[in-house]
């Protein structure tokens, strides 16, 4: 079975211009996540989809970030404009539906972005 | 609030010992759920195992064993006969309702290294 795909999985970009980010939740997921890993702040959570609804955006960190699920099988991260402080990996995760509590979430392999 | 702590920021063993890796969580819930990632140097998370707060059985998988104790508040990892392999950096993570039920918080992780 195919896990979470992430697209790209490097991207450098020059300070200022869009950057976007892909993700390919398991096949059968409710939920999607979304992350990002700094040595600073560790893993944080960005904005967290169920079924294709955004149901926590408390982390993105400001308006220049935005995320979409326009279907239960795609979902895109906007940063717009880039900053350098935006370099980081993100990582994408998704999980099931559980009536037993908190799923298991698996992760995508991420994508590492460099600002310039 | 919900918070993880992992004291050990790194640990390096010589190949073939025992290792354990701490992890002390702070909730106000009485149901909540434990996770342990590895992330190796390529970089992807890798999940390892979910508990949650009913069941305080430890848990072991082949060279893995986990010990949870609530009265303590840890869910500790041990790696017996550590190897090469093994080197990576564990997160612990927690969710609870407080946070919303699907939200892990994680813990900034140990990293383990394994020599030859």
């Known amino acids: 079975d195919a896990g979470v795909i992430q697209s790209p999985r490097h991207e450098v970009t020059e300070m200022g211009q869009e950057v976007t980010l892909r993700c390919k939740p398991i096949?059968?997921?409710?939920?999607l996540f979304w992350y990002r890993q700094t040595m600073m702040r560790g893993l944080e959570l960005l904005i967290y989809f169920n079924n294709n609804v955004p149901i926590d955006d408390s982390g993105m960190p400001e308006d220049r970030f935005s995320a979409k699920m326009p279907n239960a099988s795609f979902s895109t991260l906007k940063i717009q404009p880039s900053e350098p402080r935006d370099s980081a990996v993100y990582f994408c995760?998704?999980?099931?539906?559980?009536?037993?509590?908190?799923?298991?979430?698996?992760f995508g392999p991420g994508t590492r972005l460099t600002v310039l | 609030a919900q918070k993880v702590t992992q004291a050990q920021t790194e640990i390096s063993v010589v190949e073939k010992e025992d290792v354990t890796l701490d992890c002390v969580y702070e909730?106000?819930?009485?149901?909540?759920?434990l996770f342990w990632y590895k992330q190796p140097p390529s970089g992807e998370l890798v999940f390892l195992i979910r508990r949650n707060s009913f069941d305080e059985q430890n848990e072991i998988s082949g060279r893995y064993s986990w010990n949870f104790q609530k009265s303590t508040s840890s869910f500790n990892f041990t790696i017996t006969a550590s190897q090469v392999v093994d080197s990576a950096v564990y997160f612990c993570a927690l969710s609870d309702d407080q946070g919303g039920s699907e939200k892990l918080v994680f813990g900034k992780g140990t990293k383990l290294t394994v020599n030859p």
């Open positions: 096949s059968g997921h409710d939920y």
């Open positions: 995760a998704s999980s099931l539906a559980s009536t037993g509590g908190t799923d298991t979430q698996y």
């Open positions: 909730t106000r819930d009485t149901t909540y759920y």
